[in-house]
Nanobody
């Protein structure tokens, strides 16, 4: 069974940076569009960034210019570089395909931004 494991979250101050990683247990993912999603308390999960198999990226307006998604197919890994973090970025961050597959949701990684 394929697993996606997120890591890299933590507590950071306003304006700080974090780099999230998502490792797939198998190389299947390199043909898929991959996305980073987040879910804040009391809110629906939302897609914040996506990257195609060829490296084309797109972002939600709320993170555009601050977050960068990338992938390393040789390492079965997708990254999310987050800069200029704001308290409203506080959420659990997940990776999945785009559109997401239910069976691929992992535990996520918590990002908390203090003001």
């Amino acid at each position: 069974q394929v697993q996606l494991v997120e890591s890299g979250g933590g507590l950071v101050q306003f304006g700080g940076s974090l780099r999230l990683s998502c490792v797939a247990s198998r190389s299947f993912f390199r043909v898929y569009v991959m996305g980073w999603y987040r879910q804040a308390p009391g809110k629906q999960r939302e897609l914040v960034a996506r990257v195609s198999s060829g490296g084309t990226t797109s972002y939600a307006d709320s993170v555009k210019g601050r977050f960068t998604i990338s992938r390393d197919n040789a390492k079965n890994t997708v990254y999310l570089q987050m800069n200029s973090l704001k308290p409203e970025d506080t959420a659990v961050y997940y990776c999945n395909t785009d559109p997401p597959e239910t069976v691929f949701w992992g535990q996520g990684t918590q990002v908390t931004v203090s003001s």
